[in-house]
T-cell receptor, first 109, second 112 residues
Framework: EDQVTQSPEALRLQEGESSSLNCSYT??????LFWYRQDPGKGPEFLFT???AGEEKEKERLKATLTKKESFLHITAPKPEDSATYLC??????????FGKGTRLHILP | DSGVTQTPKHLITATGQRVTLRCSPR?????VYWYQQSLDQGLQFLIH???????AKGNILERFSAQQFPDLHSELNLSSLELGDSALYFC???????????FGAGTRLSVL
């Protein structure tokens, strides 16, 4: 069965304290792995798409990496405005997109 | 602003009723996706339409149905509503079949 597990569920960091969020997946025929950011009361906002193991993408303080079993979202020197829920999603061969439950990230000033 | 418009923003109704949620995709986007988000289940994929045709169906209840019209807007119909249907319903659109999805602001449905 296709599934996505994100860890940790919640993470509190001090401003400037780097860390990583994990997304483990089991999927038949990965057609893409996506990272989104969601602020309270809003729709998810696209961050990255990764397609194959070894691929990496960066945007400002965020860097996403992909292996055959998991993806990491590395956040370097975070700021309070990076506080949000980060969602990971996979697109399997059958196109039935699966989202993880997210990691709630809180950056303390 | 993602360019995806969902109406209404809020909907309060009673059990047993039927409601229609509307989604206008970004200009030029052919794909429309519907999701349900509840506190305990997270974001759940319901259905995907591409250029008017159903492409993939997730765990969508039989009481729920959707369609995409020739002008590419989409509607999600929820009938015989139950308390457990209370959730945020999101629509997303993308240019083609596997592109980046842009999400609307959602419709918050409260079933009383």
């Amino acid at each position: 069965e296709d599934q996505v597990t994100q860890s940790p569920e919640a993470l509190r960091l001090q401003e400037g304290e780097s860390s990583s969020l994990n997304c483990s997946y089991t999927v038949s025929g990965l057609r893409g792995l996506f990272w989104y950011r969601q602020d309270p009361g809003k729709g998810p906002e696209f961050l990255f798409t990764l397609y194959s193991a070894g691929e990496e993408k960066e945007k400002e303080r965020l860097k996403a990496t992909l292996t055959k079993k998991e993806s990491f979202l590395h956040i370097t020197a975070p700021k309070p405005e990076d506080s949000a829920t980060y969602l990971c999603a996979v697109r399997p061969r059958d196109d039935k997109i699966i989202f993880g439950k997210g990691t709630r990230l809180h950056i303390l000033p | 602003d993602s360019g995806v418009t969902q109406t209404p923003k809020h909907l309060i109704t009673a059990t047993g009723q039927r409601v229609t949620l509307r989604c206008s995709p970004r200009s030029g986007d052919l794909s429309v996706y519907w999701y349900q988000q509840s506190l305990d289940q997270g974001l759940q994929f319901l259905i995907h339409y591409y250029n008017g045709e159903e492409r993939a169906k997730g765990n969508i209840l039989e009481r729920f149905s959707a369609q995409q019209f020739p002008d590419l807007h989409s509607e999600l119909n929820l009938s015989s509503l139950e308390l457990g249907d209370s959730a945020l319903y999101f629509c997303a659109s993308s240019v083609a079949l596997t592109d980046i999805q842009y999400f609307g602001a959602g419709t918050r449905l409260s079933v009383l």
